[in-house]
């Protein structure tokens, strides 16, 4: 029983998989030119050189590189994408066009996913590069772990709301 589990299941993936077809060869192609693109950007000179910088303007420098990156898509691979199946006509293996364009769909699905994961680890790994040991949350009343030579992530003002008061703008529990 086993063996004629493993033929009936050889039949169907043979009858079901769609190879690799021009058009999916021709969007992978065309995808290599997005597969260095970012959602975020944490590690280029012109991020850098602003570094560090206060929130409003770090997410303001993040939402413009989002938006031209999502312009990109929107405006280049999308539209290429259907140039693709405008151009050359799809070849359906065995017929079958939902396998077909459901392979395309994951086959974009998983770029679009890898452009997305690619992102948060950036992301992520300039957050972590700013992470302090438990060590340095500890009082040093002489300054002697030289906490001062880890560059920050952003900055925080102290203001003067009177002789007896002051704040931090932004807010502790705005940075967290």
Not at 43 to 63: G, Y
Request: aromatic content about 14%; proline content about 7%; overall charge negative.
């Amino acid at each position: 029983q086993w063996g004629i589990a493993v033929d009936q299941a050889r039949e169907n993936v043979a009858w079901t998989l769609q190879t690799l077809s021009p058009n999916a060869l021709e969007l992978s192609a065309l995808w290599s030119g997005f597969q260095d693109k970012l959602l975020v950007d944490v590690t280029s000179p012109e991020f850098k050189v602003q570094n560090p910088m206060d929130m409003e303007s770090f997410q303001a420098f993040q939402t413009d590189i989002c938006e031209r990156t999502k312009a990109a898509l929107w405006t280049v691979w999308l539209p290429k994408s259907a140039e693709v199946f405008r151009r050359c006509p799809p070849l359906y293996i065995n017929g079958d066009a939902e396998a077909y364009y459901m392979s395309v769909a994951i086959l974009q699905s998983n770029q679009l996913r890898s452009l997305v994961q690619d992102s948060m680890d950036k992301y992520k790994s300039f957050f972590e590069l700013h992470d302090l040991p438990e060590e340095y949350w500890m009082p040093d009343p002489l300054a002697e772990r030289l906490l001062w030579s880890c560059e920050p992530a952003f900055y925080v003002e102290v203001k003067v709301v009177n002789q007896r008061e002051y704040c931090f703008v932004p807010p502790f529990r705005e940075v967290e």
